[in-house]
């Protein structure tokens, strides 16, 4: 009987049917190709042990000129500094009220409070750290009052409630009432206003032409009524952060770890600083502090196409004069600016109708303008990376790639991918580059999901594709190539638990604690020509590597599948497991046309597959 080798051609190819990509691979999760073979890829373990609250969508690593690391997280709720394993709470400050502004209210047997204070200015879900209270309320005493809380419910213009907790979370009821009181020195320090977890459509910027379909209706753009997207950079030793369409804010690293970063506006010799902006960004040599989408000098209203650029050198002069380098300019095409990439030679301006490279040119320009694509956007302002000297980004009719001209990738899962992705939901896109491996890689929302589930991946060395899911604890929602560190970095969500992490990724073959299942699936092929006669396969010899073997009994599932005909469902024939030690198995598996399926679920070790050999037989064509 004779041995018959498969070699499947690399990538994931679902641009067509099951069965018309024959020879090919249509189905996989948490595999990667390089050199043209499948493997699992590579694990994550946790960055540092510590939580942070909220959804990070940003998060930027840099390292001060003493060798001190910073990684800079922005979440939907909060602005944090990892330093070492330590997450520093650094959000900014919008108010602090006066000594005895604030009084609180309890009830009897009720864990609520109600918090009075004059037009305070909140929303549902902000935080507020009181202090100088007194006891409340019998066992609401002055320590728990005096601590850090989140908004319950904002139930006028004038009051809001929180729950009542004392020092380790623990709820605390009330066994006494008590009406306007907490003491007459009580302060109230507001954090900004928190963003939503999720893109409402009609309330400002989005991703069509302005003003129609879901590209913001209304027009009706606010730092609380969008999804909360953070840029950040540094500024030398310290750390520029602006939250969409909100202000610009600033943290000096000389001011230590547990100081919040404040208003850039508020700095020494500030001068006409944005106080609104899409974007931000430190420019490269001339050290320019751009804002991308700001209020012009004299207004407060966002003008979307508008960039404004500080004086060289300096973060806090915005005032154009003729002995300075601050100026601004505003775009002439399209309705507003998507987003900005900085890349080695320009920035790259994407707005709703094409890409514009912002180059420094010094005097007396200071920056020239020039629109390099037209057409091509962004899904998401942070649909693109930089990798292998190329600009990588995803717009909504697709993927592309720009080296001094923009291009569209081809791409075989351009369909699955696109007809699946939560139009809705697109803001979320996040797009990472994994440069070890030549990969770059976009999370995206699918079906109805109202969160990242998904990914697709590009090896742009061998120009392949991949697909998978974020089961098993790899939902990512921000991701760096962190080159200060030796490994990538990324946020994840936790909808369970409510704890969410910063991972390094490329380390072992699990998630840090468990194990993670990865499997590639072939499109089908015909046992025999044309699948015209029925095949029994009697044999299989395996052609795969384990990586990091732990022992003789690691084991690679091979799954062969059948159907008689392609649409029908597939059925599984036979189950082997491979280990290291296996040299062939019999089967017993009988249809016209195969799959093969080759899976694992381990933590320890991982796994490449080479080619596949079938020892199979006519069986007639009943």
Not at 192 to 217: E, K, M, P
Not at 429 to 439: F, L, Y
């Amino acid at each position: 009987m004779p041995l018959a080798k498969y070699v499947f051609k690399p990538g994931i190819n679902k641009e067509g049917t099951n069965y018309s990509n024959e020879g090919g691979w249509f189905d996989a999760d948490k595999v990667r190709f390089r050199k043209g073979k499948p493997e699992r890829i590579g694990g994550w373990n946790k960055f540092t042990t510590d939580s942070y609250v909220g959804t990070c969508r940003q998060l930027y690593p840099y390292k001060a000129t003493n060798g001190d690391s910073f990684v800079i997280l922005g979440t939907h709720q909060k602005l944090y500094n990892l330093s070492g394993d330590v997450y520093y709470d650094i959000t900014p400050l919008r108010a602090t009220t006066s000594a005895g502004d604030v009084t609180f209210s309890a009830s009897n047997g009720s864990s609520t409070i109600t918090v009075t204070d004059a037009s305070h200015g909140a929303v549902t879900g902000d935080f507020v750290t009181f202090s100088g209270a007194a006891t409340l309320g019998g066992l609401v005493t002055a320590d728990v009052l005096n601590q850090e809380y989140q908004i319950l419910l904002v139930t006028g213009t004038n009051t809001y409630t929180i729950t009542a907790k004392d020092t380790d979370g623990d709820t605390v009821t009330a066994n006494g009432s008590d009406s306007g009181n907490g003491g007459s020195s009580v302060v109230g320090a507001y954090q900004i206003n928190t963003g939503l977890d999720v893109y409402v459509r009609g309330t400002g910027w989005g991703v069509n032409t302005w003003g129609a379909g879901g590209f913001g209706s209304s027009g009706d753009l606010s730092l609380t009524n969008q999804l909360r997207l953070w840029t950040i950079d540094n500024f030398g030793d310290d750390t520029i952060a602006a939250p969409r369409a909100g202000g610009i804010y600033f943290w000096d690293k000389s001011d230590g770890l547990t100081t919040r970063a404040v208003a850039l506006s508020s700095e020494s010799g500030a001068s006409d600083v944005p106080t609104a902006c899409l974007q931000i960004m430190t420019s490269d040599v001339d050290k320019h502090v751009i804002a991308f989408g700001s209020n012009p000098i004299g207004s407060s209203a966002i003008d979307p196409l508008l960039v404004r650029f500080s004086d060289r050198e300096s973060a806090v002069d915005w005032t154009p004069t003729a002995t300075n380098q601050a100026g601004g300019v505003q775009l002439s095409q399209g309705s507003t600016i998507i987003g900005a990439l900085r890349t080695r030679q320009e920035i790259l301006i994407w707005t709703d109708v094409g890409i514009v490279s912002m180059r420094f040119v010094g005097e007396p320009f200071i920056f020239s303008f020039t629109e390099v694509a037209e057409g091509a956007s962004l899904i998401s302002p942070n649909a693109a990376t930089s990798a292998n000297n190329r600009v990588y980004f995803m717009d909504r009719d697709g993927f592309h790639v720009y080296s001094g001209t923009s291009q569209r990738l081809p791409c075989t899962v351009l369909d699955y991918v696109l007809s699946d992705l939560n139009q809705d939901q697109a803001y979320k896109v996040v797009a990472g580059s994994n440069a070890g491996v030549n990969e770059v890689i976009w999370f995206y929302p699918s079906g109805t999901s109202l969160e990242i589930d998904k990914y697709v991946i590009y090896n742009f060395l061998e120009e392949t594709w991949s697909i998978g899911t974020t089961a098993d604890n790899f939902v990512r929602t921000a991701w760096s190539e962190a080159s200060i560190y030796e490994n990538p970095i990324a946020a994840s969500k936790n909808d369970t638990s409510n704890l969410n992490y910063v991972y390094s990724h490329e380390i072992g073959h699990g998630d840090g604690t468990d194990a993670f299942t990865a499997y590639i699936e072939s499109s089908d092929f015909d046992l025999a020509p044309d699948g015209e006669n029925f095949t029994f396969i009697s044999k299989l010899i395996p052609d795969i590597e384990f990586r990091n073997q732990q022992s003789t009994s690691d084991t690679v599932t091979f799954t062969i599948k059948g159907r008689d005909y392609p649409l029908q469902d597939l059925s599984t024939l036979q189950t082997i497991n491979v280990t290291p030690a296996s040299t062939f198995e019999n089967t017993r598996a009988r249809s016209r046309q195969a799959a093969m399926r080759i899976s694992n679920s381990s933590s320890d070790y991982g796994w490449r597959l080479g080619d596949l050999r079938l020892e199979i037989r006519p069986d007639g064509k009943r």
